[in-house]
């Protein structure tokens, strides 16, 4: 086999890492939920769960990736002492695809909003134009198919020059434009409110459901559990750090989240609105928003819908790299396709499951599946059930079944890197026992509810 690519250095691992953190669940979800339960108390709550628990289980599922240098299925090969483990790598191949589906058919619905903002934008926009769209059996569809061929494309061309290359450009350029579309949201009139309601610190709110919302969404925005974290870190180079890796990725996805928040909730209250759950915020909300500034002022609101769906089609890109990455890496190391070939064979299996998730909003709106459309099941069987499962297994494996000596190996660098050695001893306590149990807990909470 031709030498493993690797990343060029320690801070473009970061920025792949962030890419794959950095997505819709930043721009949608952490600001809904954050206001939904208590605000800053949430973000301290949200911060805590980061620290303590979500980043020991990046650094366990990294741990493995760079260990082995290899795919998810080729790690448990070679690092697990029984072959029943095998099974763990065959989850951690099958979930990213799965998510890849249906996020490539909301990536389209971004790519179809980008088009829409730069050709005519929002002019004409009414309430069930966002239904009718996703609702309808080719347009989305075909931007679907876009979406996931730019995302092979990238794929397509390798780990240096064209997944790195490519977070190297978009992710600064995200930050910048998401920056600019909040200092403009927030000279809006009335915009305090929405900064009131993302900072509100009310303590009160901190329930059990509301830590359990916090680990919830800090997993899903992190990618744990998924195989993209142990994929991407099996192109990491030994010398390179892990622990700033973790630390570096859940800070630029959490900064990423705040300034996405500040970016939209100002507009929406200051359009006098209150903010809705899930897709609707962004594909129904924010062009409704749109047609009604491009009346006051039209130049300037449009440009602003153009930048902003372009930062939607951005963000969910580096994302759907890493998710589509981890079927290539597993087809290449295991089952000796050239690069090509496995991008091919990624490509038609998310294609054909996204068309189906695309199709139920419409036409086949009939299937159900545990009484969900195949859209929403896919959606909560990955985020509920998958992502939970490969996460405690990932830090069962390094915590209970890999040798202490070598996770630390792993952890310091081959105890080169002091600042780490001297925190392995905390993080080796995380990962044995705090991080199993809340995984456990999110688990159960989302069984009952
Ligand atoms: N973290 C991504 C976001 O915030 C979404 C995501 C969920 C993801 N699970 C994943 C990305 C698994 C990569 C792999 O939008």
Redesign the pocket.
């Known amino acids: 086999m031709a030498d493993r690519e690797h990343f060029g250095s320690n801070l473009t691992v970061i920025l792949a890492m962030a890419g ?8 949608w ?1 952490f600001p809904y939920i954050a206001g939904k339960y208590g605000g800053a108390a949430f973000i301290l709550v949200y911060i805590a769960a980061c620290i303590f628990i979500s980043v020991p289980i990046f650094i366990a599922e990294a741990t493995i990736g760079r260990r082995s240098h290899s795919n998810c299925f080729g790690a448990m090969k070679k690092l697990a002492p029984s072959p029943r483990w095998k099974w763990l790598g065959i989850l951690t191949v099958i ?2 695809i799965v ?1 890849l589906s249906y ?1 490539s058919v909301v990536g389209g619905w971004s790519v179809n909003y980008f088009m829409v903002s730069l050709v005519s934008g929002f002019s004409a926009y009414g309430d069930s134009s966002f239904a009718s769209f996703i609702g309808s059996a080719s347009r989305p569809i075909v931007f679907h198919t876009i979406f996931l061929g730019i995302t092979a494309l990238i794929v397509m061309k390798g780990i240096k020059s064209g997944i790195e290359k490519f977070n190297k450009v978009s992710l600064p350029l995200l930050f910048v434009m998401m920056l600019l579309i909040m200092v403009y949201s927030l000279m809006l009139p009335g915009a305090k409110e929405g900064v009131k309601y993302l900072l509100n610190p009310d303590f009160h709110s901190i329930t059990p459901s509301a830590i359990a919302a916090a680990l919830g969404q800090s997993f ?4 744990l559990g ?3 974290v142990l994929t991407y870190a099996s192109y990491m180079k030994k010398q390179e750090n892990i622990l700033a890796t973790g630390v570096g990725t859940a800070m630029g ?1 959490l900064l990423f989240a705040l300034i996405a928040g500040f970016a939209i909730l100002p507009a929406v209250f200051s359009a006098g609105i209150s903010p809705g759950e899930g897709p609707g915020l962004i594909f129904e909300t924010l062009p409704y928003i749109f047609s009604r500034m491009g009346m006051e002022v039209p130049f300037l609101s449009r440009l602003i819908s153009i930048v902003f769906f372009f930062s939607i089609v951005m ?2 890109l580096t ?2 790299i ?2 589509f990455e ?1 079927g290539v890496s597993y087809l290449v190391d295991e089952k000796g396709c050239s690069r090509r070939q496995a991008v091919y064979i990624v490509f038609l299996f998310a294609w054909f499951l996204g068309a189906i998730c695309s199709l139920s909003f419409g036409t086949l709106s009939e299937i159900k599946l545990a009484g969900r459309t195949v859209f929403e099941f896919c959606d909560q069987l ?2 509920n059930f998958l ?1 939970p499962l490969g996460s405690i297994l990932l830090v069962i494996f390094v915590g209970w079944v890999m040798k202490k000596a070598d996770v630390r190996d792993e952890f310091t660098g081959v105890g080169t890197q002091t600042l780490s050695g001297r925190l392995f001893g905390v993080f080796y306590f995380l990962m044995r026992y705090l991080a199993p149990i809340a995984i456990l807990v999110i688990f159960i909470t989302n069984l009952v509810m």
């Not at 794959?20 to 721009?27: D, E, M, R, T």
């Not at 899903?220 to 990618?223: A, G, N, P, T």
């Open positions: 794959s953190a950095i997505g819709l669940g930043n721009i979800r979930t990213p998510i996020y899903f925005s992190l990618s998924a195989g993209t996805d963000a969910a994302s759907s890493s998710q981890v990955t985020s992502m």
